[in-house]
């Protein structure tokens, strides 16, 4: 009786230690599906619309990167870049 109290003592303890690490719901691969370019309360560009092609934009830890390709009438032009970030609530 005492062993099984005891067990269930350390059981409780090590439990209790374990936490589990908050998840950063960024993390991963995002395909972009919606664009919209806005200036002066006007919208510009659409993608889809405007520019046809795509996008990927990853996230790991405090790291962002995207590459894309897009076509608008018969020009193709790359896009990529990346750097650093924080996230608080829903704001980066």
Same mark, same amino acid.
């Given at each position: 009786?005492?062993? &099984?109290? +005891?067990?269930? !003592?350390?059981?409780?303890i090590?439990?209790?230690?374990?936490?589990?690490?908050?998840?950063?719901?960024?993390? #991963?691969?995002?395909?972009?599906?919606?664009?919209?370019?806005?200036?002066n309360? !006007?919208?510009?560009?659409?993608?889809?619309? &405007?520019?046809q #092609?795509?996008? +990927?934009?990853?996230?790991?830890?405090?790291?962002?990167?995207?590459? #894309?390709?897009?076509?608008?009438? &018969?020009?193709?032009?790359?896009?990529?870049? #990346?750097?650093?970030? &924080?996230?608080?609530?829903? +704001?980066?």
């Open positions: 009786m005492k062993k &099984t109290a +005891v067990l269930c !003592s350390m059981l409780l090590m439990l209790a230690a374990c936490k589990q690490e908050p998840v950063n719901p960024v993390v #991963g691969a995002w395909d972009l599906i919606y664009a919209r370019q806005v200036e309360d !006007s919208t510009i560009s659409t993608f889809p619309g &405007t520019y #092609g795509g996008q +990927v934009k990853m996230w790991c830890n405090n790291y962002w990167m995207f590459v #894309g390709q897009y076509k608008q009438d &018969t020009i193709i032009s790359e896009s990529y870049g #990346g750097g650093s970030y &924080t996230l608080e609530g829903i +704001v980066y």
